[in-house]
């Protein structure tokens, strides 16, 4: 509840984001290259769509440079009104694992209440499970879970402290 004159507690959210359907057709591409199939490209603009009703918009948008996962993110983006040119690549995101991706998250600057991370699993599902008081299932692919922390800045979110805003994957019709 929101009292005039009184500022709202501080707050930051993330929302972690698993890229959509990624094609595995042609067997010469590496994975780091590897696109959004069919069923990926339906998902993407489901994932802007869902965090565009929520009224969750970040302050910063970070993914991994892999293909697919861009091209989520990149399409997410234009769904949210977001520019494109603000979407910031982070090899730590692809390469590492989620106390690397928590790094990346303690890391951003302090001005931004919201921030989006489009990734990859196991990292996005272990980094779930370790933020959130509740059991989750794993992140499904072109999955999005927001977390709320009690915190004035990024580098004091911590484990099982945040509190799940939604959990969400593209419903059947999307994939």
């Known amino acids: ?101 928590l790094g990346v998250i303690k890391d951003i600057a302090r001005d931004h209440d919201v921030a989006v991370v489009v990734g990859h699993n196991p990292a996005l599902s272990d980094l779930m499970k370790y933020f959130s008081r509740h059991e989750l299932d794993e992140l499904p692919t072109g999955g999005i879970v927001c977390l709320q922390f009690g915190v004035d800045s990024w580098k004091k979110i911590a484990r099982g402290k945040g509190e799940v805003l939604f959990y969400d994957a593209p419903p059947r019709e999307e994939e």
Request: some cysteine.
């Open 1 to 101: 509840m929101n009292i005039p004159g009184i500022p709202p507690p501080p707050m930051k959210i993330v929302c972690l984001v698993r890229h959509a359907k990624a094609s595995r057709e042609d067997p010469s591409l590496n994975d780091f290259d590897r696109p959004l199939n069919a069923r990926g490209k339906k998902q993407a603009p489901w994932l802007g769509r869902r965090l565009k009703g929520s009224n969750v918009q970040p302050g910063v948008i970070i993914s991994s440079p892999a293909k697919r996962a861009i091209a989520t993110a990149k399409t997410l983006a234009r769904g949210i009104q977001y520019p494109l040119e603000k979407i910031i690549t982070e090899p730590a995101v692809y390469e590492s694992g989620a106390p690397a991706i």
